[in-house]
């Protein structure tokens, strides 16, 4: 279901969740909280600005909020600009689901999928890479995936 304005502190506790990343940061909890919103904050603010008409929707699972996902569409290509799901709801199939279904929208309008995974999320990569992804590039931080239109 869409994000609505009530959904900032949940979608901001799946942020902080699906980010594991930021809790090494070395400084007090208040801190960490408050550079972590920060990051929230300039994550959502890049995203509405690059993709003005990309698609933040909540995950439900079992009738309960589960998690999020951001999604752009462009004329090239289906872009997961984010997802997270709460620990409880991993390894259910709910995330599994949903990309799959991303995956064969974007193989019937001829379009790849592309995602990012941390470098340090090997249990991340291992998943996009069971679902078709393929890597494309990396930098420091990152690798980039790619599930092409096609199966070629």
Not at 20 to 44: G, N, T, W
Not at 79 to 100: C, H, K
């Amino acid at each position: 279901m869409p994000v609505t304005p009530e959904d900032g502190e949940f979608l901001f506790a799946v942020f902080r969740l699906s980010h594991p990343e930021y809790e090494m940061l070395p400084v007090d909890e208040e801190q960490k909280r408050q550079l972590i919103a920060m990051q929230f904050q300039l994550q959502s603010s890049d995203y509405r600005a690059r993709y003005p008409e990309s698609q933040h929707a909540v995950i439900e699972m079992d009738g309960k909020k589960a998690g999020r996902i951001w999604v752009a569409r462009t004329d090239c290509e289906i872009r997961i600009l984010d997802a997270g799901l709460l620990p409880e709801a991993r390894n259910r199939g709910v995330g599994t689901a949903i990309v799959s279904q991303i995956i064969a929208e974007a193989k019937a309008c001829g379009k790849p999928v592309t995602s990012s995974v941390l470098k340090a999320n090997a249990g991340s990569l291992r998943w996009h890479q069971r679902l078709g992804f393929r890597l494309k590039s990396e930098d420091a931080f990152y690798f980039y995936l790619e599930c092409p239109a096609s199966a070629d």
